[in-house]
């Protein structure tokens, strides 16, 4: 057997740390992670944010909304840039903040007009 002791001096002993090729070997899988984590993750996910603050920016008066709680109604009234006032019901009125939406159904998307 090969007392572990002496491997580890042997090795400490070869000298200088891992340079050229072979360090560009050992760091290529990590690069190649980290691109395809890039582009199957991180970039989809900026996309979806990008078009959801679009949406959100967008909404006006009569708009058809649904909130993130799953509470769906019409838009009354902009309250300013934070806020919209949202019908749930006839007659019943909420004030709901723009980030807790979560979809605003135009009449393409809307299941009630098919």
């Known amino acids: 057997m090969i007392n572990s002791n002496l491997m580890f001096s042997a090795a400490a002993a070869n000298g200088a740390p891992a340079s050229g ?10 690069l190649l992670i980290f691109v395809i984590f890039y582009f199957l993750m991180i970039r989809p996910q900026q996309r979806r944010v990008k078009q959801h603050q679009e949406m959100i920016g967008a909404i006006k008066k009569g708009d058809e909304v649904v909130t993130a709680g799953g509470i769906r109604g019409r838009v009354t009234r902009v309250v300013d840039e934070r ?11 909420v ?9 605003v159904l135009t009449p393409q998307t809307n299941p009630a007009n098919d």
Not at 83 to 93: C, D, H, K, P, S
Not at 95 to 103: D, F, G, I, K, N
């Open 21 to 30: 090729p072979a360090f560009l070997l050992g760091i290529l899988p990590w």
């Open 83 to 93: 806020e919209l006032e949202v019908e749930i019901a006839q007659g019943v009125r």
């Open 95 to 103: 004030r709901v903040v723009r980030a807790t939406l979560s979809q």
